[in-house]
């Protein structure tokens, strides 16, 4: 009588839920801090949410930067994880917290040195109130790099192991923190936009703090055990960085892209930033699940992959790309049918809450069809080593459809602001077409990471 071989299954559905949930939670808290500042600032003037608007662009390509890095850690580990490695496991989580110390301290001083040159370099000519504000929101942001580098390697472990409950227990109290803060700053010591961005470094020096703690906990498997453990290692950050790197560069360069056209917005008038600034934070919103399910893929799809079970990485991806499309759905509903109300509540112009209402809509029209496409599915591509190919994809269309078509579109055909966001939803249609096709020839679990 043959015996019958039981296949190790990796996470169960409660486990799913487990990993899903403080994820969830971790996005709306994290979306939470963005809304506060825009709201809280907005009671100051249109060129206080202009000014934190700018150099929350610039903070995004930062922080898109350190993900990037963040997840290539993420992936190897749970590869490792995958293969039972754990003399691997815990050189990799060491060296993934040199790569991100290390970086975002340079990126600090940079940015605190050329200050006033790099947002005239990246924003051009602006009003003067306006880069006043930008300036101070700038540096004190720049001091901020390096906690959120030891926050990201911290929570990208976490989430390798299955748990998120850690970061999204630190993002609840960093959130408190940030709007405890700003009306104390903002309204009580009358502060502006110097208080908000105190209150904001405040929560992410808590949050750096609390998850380092927690990792250096004598039961966590991937502890650091001593300082020499964080000497760089090439042999160990080479796997980080072959994931890291092109996802940064794309995460860069999509950055990048997205400041040439906030360049353009800038030229639209202080009505159309702001108005931009409102949208950009509600779309934030709308975007949590399909943001949600793209963390949860790494540890599910690179644990599978370690193991060297493409079956289960394949019925897990499209499983978690279903959960991601059926919760932006309902978002983008919900935020298409309430963002009348909640433009009004941001104290904008007649003119401005008009345009964040227009772009807004025709933003969740578009989302509910092609975002979980565009931006879900390529991590999970990259969650198998894949990265030079989407790295590829989303840079060309980036800078083919969004920034060249939304210059077309303002300097030609006078559409405005929603000539911008027309040239970014025509982005995401063409990288769903990509991305599409890759997943279903199914070389994207072909790569060899570790």
């Not at 989580?93 to 005239?120: D, E, F, H, K, P």
């Not at 009306?183 to 929560?203: E, N, P, Q």
């Not at 008009?354 to 969740?364: D, G, H, K, S, T």
Request: proline share 2%; glycine share 8%; charged share 15%.
């Amino acid at each position: 009588m043959e015996q019958e071989v039981h296949k190790e299954i990796f996470y169960t559905r409660q486990q799913l839920a487990r990993l899903i949930w403080p994820l969830l939670l971790e996005q709306f808290l994290a979306v939470t801090m963005g809304l506060a500042d825009t709201f809280m600032v907005s009671g100051i003037s249109e060129a206080a949410v202009s000014s934190v608007s700018l150099v929350d662009t610039l903070n995004v390509l930062v922080f898109q930067i350190l993900s990037a890095l963040a997840s290539g850690g993420a992936v190897v580990v749970s590869q490792y994880m995958g293969q039972k490695n754990i003399r691997r496991m815990k050189k990799c989580s060491a060296q993934l917290y040199s790569v991100l110390l290390i970086g975002t301290t340079v990126i600090m001083l940079i940015a605190a040195v050329g200050n006033r040159r790099i947002l005239r370099f990246v924003f051009g000519s602006i009003d003067s109130h306006v880069m006043e504000y930008a300036q101070i929101y700038f540096l004190i942001s720049a001091v901020s790099y390096p906690f959120m580098g030891a926050y990201s390697a911290g929570a990208a472990l976490f989430r390798a192991q299955g748990n998120s409950k850690v970061s999204m227990k630190a993002s609840l109290v960093m959130n408190v923190i940030n709007i405890v803060g700003n009306a104390l700053l903002i309204y009580g010591f009358r502060m502006g936009v110097l208080g908000a961005a105190v209150a904001t470094l405040a929560g992410r020096v808590f949050s750096a703090v609390w998850v380092t703690m927690q990792q250096q906990k004598a039961d966590n498997p991937f502890r650091i055990d001593q300082i020499s453990d964080l000497n760089p290692e090439r042999d160990q950050i080479r796997p980080i960085l072959v994931i890291g790197i092109p996802s940064g560069l794309e995460n860069g360069m999509f950055q990048i892209g997205k400041l040439c056209v906030s360049s353009l917005t800038a030229t639209l008038g202080t009505s159309a930033i702001a108005a931009n600034a409102v949208a950009n934070t509600v779309a934030t919103v709308a975007n949590i699940p399909g943001n949600t399910i793209g963390l949860a893929v790494i540890p599910v799809i690179g644990r599978c992959l370690g193991a060297g079970d493409k079956e289960q990485a394949n019925r897990y991806a499209r499983q978690l790309m279903m959960l991601a499309a059926v919760g932006l759905a309902g978002m983008n509903i919900a935020v298409y049918a309430t963002i009348p109300a909640v433009a009004a509540a941001y104290h904008l112009t007649y003119a401005a809450k008009e345009m964040c209402i227009a772009v807004i809509r025709l933003f969740c029209i578009f989302s509910i069809f092609f975002w979980a496409l565009s931006f879900t599915l390529p991590q999970i591509l990259r969650s198998g080593g894949d990265a030079k190919f989407t790295m590829s994809v989303s840079i060309l269309s980036m800078w083919i459809f969004r920034v060249v078509l939304s210059y077309l579109f303002v300097l030609k055909m006078d559409m405005g602001l929603m000539g911008v966001w027309l040239g970014m939803c025509i982005d995401w249609i063409c990288r769903s077409i990509f991305f599409g096709i890759r997943f279903r020839g199914g070389k994207w679990m072909e790569h060899k990471v570790i």
